[in-house]
C-alpha cells in the first residue's frame, strides 16, 4: 500500500465509527442493544419541512451546481434565526456562511488560519474534532481544563498564564458538549477580551444552545465579538436535521471570506432541496421548539433513574442532548465501565475519556432514544445482575 501522508498519523479513525461496529456486530449476534451512546436525534423535523424538500425537487433548477455562498433566502433564513433566537443582527450578506454541517466549518477554519507549528486552545473534555483537525493541519493542540469544580468553565486565571505567542485559534463551545454547563454571558464576554487581548480568533462552537436551555445564548451577543470571534451553528439537532448536514458559519465579514476561499475549493454548493428545506426548518416557531423540550425533559428525567440506579453522579444540568454522570466512587475506568453496561445490560453509552483526560471517570447517556426504550433501560440496570 502507498504510504499515508505524515499528518495522518496525528489522528485515529473517530471513536464512533470504530465503536460502533463493535455495537452493530452484538446487534447482529442477537443482543438486543440500546444505543444511548450517539447524538442523533431520532424524532422527525418540523412538518412542514419535508414538503418544502418534495416540492423543491420538481423544480428545473435543483439538481444543477448551487451556489457556494447557498441561497440567498436560506441567507437570510440564518439571520432571521439569528435575530429571533438570539437577538443578534448579522448581514445575511457577508456575515453568514452556510455549510455542510457544523463539522465540515471546523476543518475549514482550521485550514484557514493555521499553519505548521500553530497553536490551538482546545477544551478538555470536548468535542473530538477540534483536535483531529488541528492535527490534520501540522498544527499544536493546547488543552484548557474544564472542571466541575470550575462548573465546566474556562479558568481565564491559567489561561493568562500560559504562553500564548503562538497561539492564534482557541475553540469554545457553550452551551457545552459533553458536560451540558450552559455558558454564560459573563463568560462570552471574558471570552471576548482574552481574545482581543492576545489577538486570538475564538470560534464558539453552538449547536445545542436551542436544545432545553432557559436562554439562547450566542458569543454574537456580546459588543465587539464581530471583531474576534466566529460562531458555528447547526440545524442538526435543533430541527432534528441531522442528516442533512446544514450548519453555519458567522462572523465578520473578511474572516469569512479567507474561509470561503476554502470552502470553495472542497465542495460546490449544497443540494437545493436541502436548502429548502432548511429554508423551512429556520422558520419554525418557538412552541414547536417548546414541544421538544418537553419530550427531552421526560427522556432527562427518566434517564436520571438510569444513572442512579447505576449509582451514577449526574451533573445538575437541563439542556442539551446528554446527561453526563460521574463514575460512582470507587470506579474511574470509564472505557471499561462502559463495556461492562454494554455487555451485561445490553446498553450502549459514552464513555468521558474519548473527550479528554477531564472527561475521565465520567460517563454520557444521550437523550436520542426513545421512552420505552429508556424504561426498558431502567428496567435492566435495575436488574444488576443481569448477564
Ligand atoms: C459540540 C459539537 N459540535 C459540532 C457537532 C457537529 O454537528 P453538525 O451536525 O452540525 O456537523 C456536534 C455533533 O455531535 C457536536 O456535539
Request: net charge negative; glycine share 6%; with cysteine.
Amino acid at each position: 500500500m502507498i504510504a499515508t501522508a505524515n499528518r495522518l498519523k496525528s489522528v485515529q479513525e473517530y471513536y464512533f465509527a470504530t465503536k460502533l461496529r463493535e455495537v452493530r456486530n452484538l446487534m447482529n449476534a442477537g443482543k438486543p442493544i440500546i444505543n444511548a451512546g450517539i447524538g442523533s436525534p431520532d424524532l422527525l423535523p418540523p412538518d412542514h419541512v419535508i414538503p418544502a424538500l418534495t416540492a423543491a425537487l420538481q423544480d428545473p433548477k435543483a439538481h444543477a451546481y448551487q451556489s457556494y455562498l447557498g441561497l440567498p433566502e436560506l441567507r437570510e433564513g440564518m439571520a432571521s434565526f439569528y435575530k429571533s433566537h438570539y437577538n443578534v443582527d448579522l448581514d445575511s450578506e457577508t456575515e453568514i456562511i452556510p455549510l455542510m454541517g457544523s463539522k465540515e466549518g471546523i476543518l475549514h477554519i482550521s485550514l484557514a488560519f493555521l499553519n505548521k507549528g500553530d497553536q490551538v486552545l482546545i477544551p478538555d473534555p470536548g468535542y473530538p474534532t477540534y483536535a483531529s483537525a488541528t492535527k490534520l493541519c501540522e498544527a499544536q493542540p493546547v488543552t484548557y481544563n474544564l472542571t466541575a469544580a470550575n462548573n465546566w468553565m474556562p479558568d481565564f486565571e491559567a489561561l493568562e498564564q500560559l504562553d500564548l505567542s503562538k497561539v492564534k485559534l482557541m475553540w469554545t463551545n457553550y452551551p457545552n458538549m459533553p458536560t451540558g454547563a450552559a455558558g454564560s454571558r459573563a463568560v462570552f464576554e471574558k471570552l471576548v477580551s482574552f481574545a482581543r487581548k492576545h489577538n486570538i480568533l475564538v470560534v464558539n462552537d453552538n449547536p445545542y444552545s436551542c436544545v432545553g436551555y432557559e436562554k439562547k445564548m450566542s458569543i454574537h451577543q456580546v459588543e465587539g465579538s464581530l471583531e474576534c470571534a466566529l460562531e458555528l451553528n447547526s440545524i442538526s439537532k435543533t430541527f432534528n436535521m441531522a442528516g442533512w448536514r446544514v450548519g453555519m458559519l458567522t462572523g465578520n465579514a473578511d474572516v469569512l471570506k479567507e474561509v470561503l476561499k476554502v470552502k470553495t475549493n472542497m465542495d460546490s454548493g449544497m443540494f437545493y432541496g436541502i436548502q429548502k428545506g432548511a429554508i423551512a426548518a429556520l422558520k419554525t416557531d418557538e412552541n414547536w421548539l417548546a414541544e421538544q423540550d418537553k419530550i427531552y425533559q421526560n427522556r432527562r428525567e427518566l434517564t436520571l433513574k438510569v444513572a442512579e440506579t447505576l449509582d451514577l453522579k449526574p451533573e445538575p444540568q437541563t439542556g442539551g442532548l446528554f446527561v453526563w454522570c460521574k463514575l460512582p466512587q470507587g470506579k474511574e475506568d470509564d472505557k471499561k465501565f462502559v463495556d461492562e453496561v454494554l455487555h451485561n445490560q445490553d446498553i450502549f453509552i459514552t464513555p468521558g475519556s474519548i473527550f479528554g483526560m477531564n472527561g475521565e471517570g465520567y460517563v454520557r447517556f444521550s437523550l436520542c432514544v426513545k421512552e420505552e426504550e429508556i424504561a426498558i433501560m431502567l428496567d435492566r440496570v435495575s436488574k444488576k445482575d443481569r448477564t
